[in-house]
């Protein structure tokens, strides 16, 4: 745990010393809760509570594909990254380590849009549901975080930065975060239970509220995040190999 903690606190700061890329990561989710949601939930508090979820979901697809995807392939072009890799630990503290710096970001690229939600729309919820939203955004980081190592150890950096803008958007508008829960076109409530974005945006609006998650979405996230944590693991080592070939 000890040695996790060592590679997460250089991660922060190789990325602390760049902090447009902070703001990068909280751009996005700031500005669609500006233009998207402030202006059209009026005084309905129960709608701008699960829009406010939907964009907390949206942020931390946005933090973990983009940070994992683009980071991990950059930081593979980097002479240190090959040396790290010789040293005798093994990979799981630098996993450890990154997956770590990666949620502190995640939580970090989050404030925007609860200030937001909390000054400017009439969102609302207890304690108790904030610290389980907090808790729920950890658990929905998984299938993203493993997306994001998946496209960052498989391909190039300038591809990875192609392949992670095109996957982004897709699933976000597929997974209905872009609509109230039940609002979304007809063809986009048929096929959203079988993306990862809807398990995740069901379990943000259930800790939330009073909205119960459809099984089956449910079922699809768990698949979503043993079929990304596979092609992670394969990606890795296959990297791996062509390092020490």
Wanted: without cysteine; neutral net charge; proline residues 8%.
């Amino acid at each position: 745990m000890q040695l996790a903690l060592v590679h997460a606190r250089y991660q922060l700061l190789e990325i602390i010393r760049i902090p447009v890329a902070v703001v990068g990561s909280a751009f996005f989710p700031a500005a669609a809760m500006i233009f998207f949601v402030v202006p059209f939930t009026g005084d309905d508090a129960v709608g701008a509570t699960f829009a406010t979820a939907s964009m907390v979901t949206f942020s931390v697809m946005s933090a973990n594909i983009f940070q994992y995807g683009i980071g991990v392939a950059e930081d593979r072009d980097q002479p240190w990254n090959p040396y790290t890799r010789t040293l005798p630990t093994g990979p799981g503290p630098r996993f450890a380590g990154r997956v770590l710096a990666g949620l502190v970001l995640t939580y970090l690229s989050l404030i925007p849009v609860v200030v937001i939600g909390a000054t400017l729309t009439p969102a609302r919820v207890t304690p108790l549901a904030f610290l389980l939203t907090a808790v729920t955004v950890a658990v929905i980081s998984v299938p993203f975080t493993l997306m994001g190592l998946a496209i960052g150890y498989s391909l190039p950096s300038k591809a990875a930065i192609v392949v992670a803008q095109v996957v982004f958007l897709p699933l976000a508008f597929g997974g209905g975060l872009l609509s109230a829960p039940g609002d979304a076109p007809g063809f986009i409530e048929t096929i959203a239970p079988f993306l990862p974005t809807r398990g995740a945006a069901e379990l943000m609006w259930s800790a939330v509220g009073d909205y119960p998650v459809e099984p089956l979405a449910l079922i699809m996230f768990g698949v979503w995040v043993v079929l990304l944590a596979s092609l992670a693991a394969w990606a890795y080592r296959r990297d791996e190999g062509r390092r020490f070939s």
